[in-house]
């Protein structure tokens, strides 16, 4: 139906033009028309716009619409519901892009999810990663070595090596391939501990003993090379000796925690503890002070001014500690003076040796500052020094208690000195492996003695054969 004109509203209700009437659902709201049938006939009741909003609700609360009447057609809507769903842009693009695009995007979800993980455990990655730069920066880096030799920190800086060598040879002291590799190994395995733990190495080529001859002092020269020392190095406290023919067998001990924080507990002062020389100690006579008439002195470990080893002879120079203070600059004055060499260099066999016995037996205060290390602490002796069987628990070297060195003392007259050094430096790489090392040397040797074990197999059933052969002839 046409309408001439814009229906309008009455006042009274209802609407201008005719079939448009409807009643108002309540006096509030605007009216809804009701809807007409084609019968003349109405709904059952008027459809107002809050129980159409209400229905509305009803059916937003859903997921999915679903018609009352499905039939087969609703079972075919719930089955391709479950399909997966196709997306042919999305497979237009990765054609027109690469098929690369699914594995940056599982590489973009591992890298979220290792940030999630990593976030949520933040705090345990600074203290990992702290302790990791820690590692890198003082043990792996040469900034351990600086925090060594701080005087403040590691204190490496106070010790100095002092190694007597030869490394210019010449006609006066003519050495051959064996003791060019004797002396090429003692020096580089004293290098490497002297830049490990940040120490001083002094080397110094006793081919110059030579100019002490006119003085009467050759093999005198110690005294001489430790004065020469302690005025290089001003800062320096202690000074090591050690002989050419040494080796240390544990390089990852240090001096500090081998021996000086612990100088109580790792030395004595009564040389009866073991004595023999069979000196008689301590001094009793009245005119001397309490401490000197003392079998350990004033007992402190400031006091100790000398540390040496004794073997089955006596003392041991081969290594030996002096540190610098009055009391040594008197010592080593004494010990230098050419009276005592001229009147007794034909009574002193080992030289500068038996002239620090010497003092010590006739000197009341040299004994308040000195103190005896047991000689394996720093100076075993192989098989063949002291003993050719190599059994005495106080002298010779054991690789079950890891010694700190060994020293080939006497491996001149009558023994082989590079092989004895060799076999001493295979035997502290052996001891001194790492984990990897280990592991790898463990599947090596397995090998070796499966190998060795099929031999024997072999050689049992060769010998079985040949038995029964022999009974059947």
């Known amino acids: ?141 040469p900034l351990h070595r600086a925090y060594r030799r701080s005087s403040m920190l590691g204190g490496g800086n106070k010790f100095v090596i002092i190694l007597g060598a030869n490394e210019g040879g010449g006609v006066m002291e003519w050495k051959g391939p064996r003791e060019w590799a004797i002396e090429r190994d003692s020096i580089k395995n004293k290098k490497n501990y002297a830049k490990r733990w940040g120490y001083e190495l002094e080397i110094v080529d006793m081919s110059t003993k030579k100019r002490y001859a006119h003085e009467w002092r050759e093999s005198w020269e110690k005294a001489d090379i430790f004065r020469n020392a302690m005025r290089k190095y001003p800062h320096a406290e202690w000074f090591w000796w050690v002989d050419l023919n040494t080796f240390i067998m544990e390089p990852t001990y240090s001096l500090q925690s081998h021996i000086f924080n612990q100088l109580n507990r790792v030395t004595y002062r009564d040389i009866n503890h073991y004595n023999p020389l069979n000196i008689s100690h301590p001094l009793t006579e009245e005119y001397l002070d309490e401490n000197t008439r003392s079998a350990i002195g004033d007992g402190r470990p400031e006091s100790i001014n000398l540390l040496v080893p004794q073997d089955c002879s006596g003392f041991n120079l081969g290594s030996f500690f002096m540190r610098r203070s009055v009391w040594t600059d008197r010592l080593l004055d004494i010990w230098w003076d050419p009276v005592g060499y001229e009147q ?130």
């Open 1 to 141: 139906m046409s309408l001439s004109r814009s229906p309008s509203p009455q006042r009274g209700g209802g609407w201008a033009s005719p079939g448009l009437t409807t009643p108002y659902n309540s006096s509030s709201r605007r009216a809804s028309p009701i809807r007409t049938y084609p019968n003349g006939g109405s709904g059952a009741s008027n459809v107002s716009w809050a129980s159409a909003q209400a229905k509305s609700a009803e059916v937003r609360g859903y997921p999915s619409f679903e018609p009352r009447r499905q039939g087969f057609a609703g079972h075919l809507r719930k089955f391709s519901a479950k399909l997966p769903y196709f997306n042919g842009k999305d497979y237009a693009d990765k054609e027109k892009l690469g098929r690369g695009r699914g594995r940056v995007a599982r590489a973009k979800e591992v890298l979220a999810f290792v940030g999630r993980v990593a976030w949520r455990f933040r705090l345990r990655l600074a203290v990992v990663s702290t302790f990791l730069l820690c590692v890198l920066l003082f043990y792996v880096t």
């Open 344 to 473: 007794k260099h034909m009574e002193w066999e080992h030289k500068e040796q038996d002239a620090l016995e010497y003092l010590y037996t006739n000197q009341p205060w040299i004994r308040p500052h000195v103190a005896f290390l047991p000689q394996r602490r720093i100076n075993s002796f192989p098989p063949g020094a002291c003993g050719e069987k190599g059994d005495n628990p106080k002298i010779h070297y054991s690789s079950l208690d890891r010694d700190f060195l060994v020293n080939m003392a006497g491996c001149e007259w009558g023994r082989d000195c590079w092989k004895e050094m060799y076999n001493y430096r295979q035997l502290s790489n052996r001891l001194n492996r790492n984990p990897w090392e280990r592991f790898k040397d463990g599947i090596s040797e397995g090998f070796e003695a499966m190998l060795k074990r099929k031999k024997v197999e072999k050689k049992t059933e060769k010998k079985e054969e040949e038995k029964k052969e022999e009974k059947k002839g």
